[in-house]
């Protein structure tokens, strides 16, 4: 036989000791600890992914233009342009399409 220690419980039993033993304040024990425990590790999270996307969004533009790009030593080696794909994205941002094989 179980005595009542070990029988499984739901979590609306437990919630309805806690209220019936220590009232409204006993469900948010510890709620004050806990946030000065995660708030600081949040707002570094938050401001890390900001910054990240900042600086990637930034890095992206800085060779949006370049069709292929060669790293060596660390040093970037602009390997081949077209001032078509640039020309290509302006007409697409504009709304115009720029293909030839349209038929009027």
Excluded: W
């Excluded at 179980?2 to 469900?27: A, H």
């Excluded at 900001?50 to 060669?70: T, W």
């Amino acid at each position: 036989m179980m005595d009542k220690s070990q029988r499984v419980r739901t979590t609306s039993e437990v919630f309805r000791q806690i209220y019936r033993q220590y009232g409204i304040r006993g469900l948010f024990t510890g709620t004050v600890p806990r946030v000065v425990k995660v708030a600081p590790s949040c707002a570094i999270m938050i401001s890390s992914f900001e910054y990240g996307k900042v600086f990637f969004n930034r890095l992206a533009n800085k060779y949006s233009h370049l069709d292929e790009v060669d790293t060596v030593d660390g040093k970037v080696n602009h390997v081949a342009t077209t001032s078509n794909k640039q020309s290509f994205k302006e007409s697409n941002l504009l709304g115009q399409h720029s293909s030839k094989t349209d038929v009027l």
